[in-house]
């Protein structure tokens, strides 16, 4: 009964996505297994100075620089207390939206005390999600 529920649950946020227009992905193809995922600093994280390091983590794909066209690569985005931008344009660059088009894999971000939101987005040689869009899970840390 879960797995038919998880099932209906995941074609109903497709439709809704589909009827208020928002486009699934960009051109760019991914392997649906493709894994992003934040190392480290771990949800629910309490981090006791406002700098402080983040480290990112991909399976199934490569990390190459923006600019560059290798199939089955891209470049990671660091998504800062925002939702997720539309993934089938460019993923804008400013406070929220942190480009990452060296292919760096890890960086130190300096937050203001209080409660934030991390994500990480994958994108292509343009900052175009892939399609599928690889996405992270969505995490929250404290900042004291």
């Keep these: 009964m ?31 297994n493709a894994y992003l995922y934040i190392g480290w600093p771990n949800d629910g994280e309490v981090i ?44 804008p660059a400013d406070n929220n939206h942190v480009h990452f088009g060296k292919g760096q894999t890890e960086t130190r971000i300096t937050l203001t005390p209080g409660i934030h939101t991390l994500q990480l987005v994958l994108a292509d040689h343009n900052h175009v999600p892939h399609n599928p869009p690889v996405v992270s899970k969505k995490i929250t840390v404290t900042v004291k």
């Excluded at 038919?4 to 699934?24: D, E, R």
């Design 2 to 32: 879960k797995t038919i529920t998880a099932k209906f649950a995941a074609i109903f946020a497709l439709a809704a996505l589909t009827v208020c227009g928002a486009a699934m992905a960009g051109d760019s193809p991914a392997p649906k």
């Design 48 to 91: 006791y100075k406002g700098n402080f390091r983040v480290w990112f983590g991909l399976r199934k794909m490569g990390v190459s620089p923006a600019g560059i066209e290798k199939p089955m690569t891209g470049h990671h985005h660091l998504i800062i207390d925002s939702g997720l931008p539309p993934m089938d344009e460019e993923i």
